[in-house]
């Protein structure tokens, strides 16, 4: 069969492309403005990206369109599907007719740390020899690819909140059907799609009532927003974490490189891994947990996470010019930088943490984050922003750092800025959820010129 996908390089679309290849398929796809690191997983897979919407590109016709949930109506790509009678189908329905049907599927949700908590469960079922598939909207070091069919029945699925296509507007996480499923956290995000915090936490019911009783429900214990859709009604067991009621890391470092995981205040062991911050002892947990759920040993999951290497973007150390490092990190929500830039900071022995920020997510571009953005920044010591084109005052809105923040709109001159404030010994850190000009390869190169 002739699959061609429409949006083939967004991080969640690329994965079905993966899993349809492996599944015997021919892929190919259409986009623009692709960028690491799904440009090159699409390339080393060699599948055909097509630059653009051309309808060109649907011609012969393939046998079945998957349609990504970044096409509207009006892009002549949909409009020629729906003209010329194409069979089409959105990604994660097409995702829960060919992979998940029949499968155990271990979901990931949340505002934040779905990625790296879906990568860490993944890592931990395929080293206890489970053979896992899974997709992912990132690529995990240890998983070297986004999506892979696997060998058993185990299937783990970032589970993304986000609408499904332009023809239903449920969330893509109702498709998934999981028997177990994380609940990471929950806060207002995606401005474009929801109203309120309200919209969210429908949807996120809708995905409750879909885990059977025989199910899991690995939930984190601090979240009043997950608290009010439990509250909503949930017919399966329900195991916390972050909580001594449950699942629960102690730190033992400030930068939580050291953890002594518990288990309702019994201790099963620790973990000595190279991720820092609550944040990610908290993403620990929950991957226990739920592998737990799944017959792994939390002494085995522990090993397991004792090797894991993270995710690209995620904290990504690209290179140490002149000594100075310089990170990779897709935080783009309020609470998701203030919890990054406190981990590399613990960690950071002394070391300036300066800072490379694009507010480039809908929910950013639309003011909404525009009062919490500054508190977000308390750990770092500069913040540089690309302050261009949006309908808020940047500048003002970080008044409260002071001296601390400076806002251009240009992205070559956001690099000499940073160029020239950086000395050995600095942490650099570029935050956005998309490929912010080709910054990270700038920065890299003019600060290897200077030395």
Known sequence: MHVHILGIGGTFMAGVALLAR????????????????????????????????????????????????AMARGNPA???????????????????????????????????????????????????GQAPGYLIGGIAADLGQSADLGESQLFVVEADEYDTAF?????????????????????????????????????FHHLLRTVPGRGCVVHNANSAALDAVLDMGCWTPCEPFDSPNGWQAEAVTPDHSHLRIRRHGKAVGDLE??????????????????????????????????????????????GRPRNIAVYDDFAHHPTAIRTTLEGLAAGADGARVLVAFEPRSNTMRAGVHETTLAASFAAADRVFAY??????????????????????????????????????????VIMSNGGFGGIHDKLLTRLSASE
């Not at 492996?22 to 080393?44: C, F, I, K, W």
């Not at 020629?80 to 990931?108: F, I, K, M």
């Not at 947990?289 to 990504?316: D, I, M, N, W, Y």
């Not at 240009?410 to 650099?428: F, K, M, N, S």
């Open 273 to 318: 891994w190279q991720l820092k911050g609550a944040h990610n002892a908290a993403n620990a947990c929950a991957a226990i947990a739920a592998a737990s759920h799944a017959g792994v040993e939390p002494t085995q999951a522990l090993s397991a996470l004792a090797g894991f290497r993270g995710v690209k973007r995620r904290l990504e150390l690209r």
């Open 78 to 128: 949909v409009e020629h599907v729906l003209n010329a009678g194409l069979a089409y189908t959105s990604g994660p329905q097409w995702l829960a007719e060919n992979v998940l049907a029949g499968r155990w599927v271990l979901a990931v949700a949340g505002t934040h740390g779905k990625t790296t908590t879906a990568s860490m469960l993944a890592h931990i079922l395929q080293q206890a």
């Open 167 to 203: 023809f239903d507007k449920r969330s893509k996480f109702v498709h998934y059907r999981p028997r177990t499923l994380i609940l990471n956290n929950l806060e207002f995000d995606h401005a474009d799609i929801f109203d309120d915090l309200g919209a969210i936490q429908r949807q």
């Open 22 to 69: 492996a599944a015997g398929h021919r892929v190919t796809g259409s986009d623009q403005g692709l960028y690491p690191p799904m440009s090159t997983q699409l390339a080393e897979a060699g599948i055909t990206v097509m630059d653009g919407y051309d309808p060109a590109h649907l011609e012969p016709a393939p046998d079945q369109v998957v349609v990504g949930n």
């Open 387 to 428: 302050d261009a084109d949006l309908s808020w005052d940047l500048a003002s809105a970080m008044r409260a750092l002071g001296s601390r923040f400076s806002g251009m709109g240009d992205i070559d001159a956001l690099v000499e800025a940073i160029a020239a404030e950086a000395v050995p010994g600095d942490i650099v």
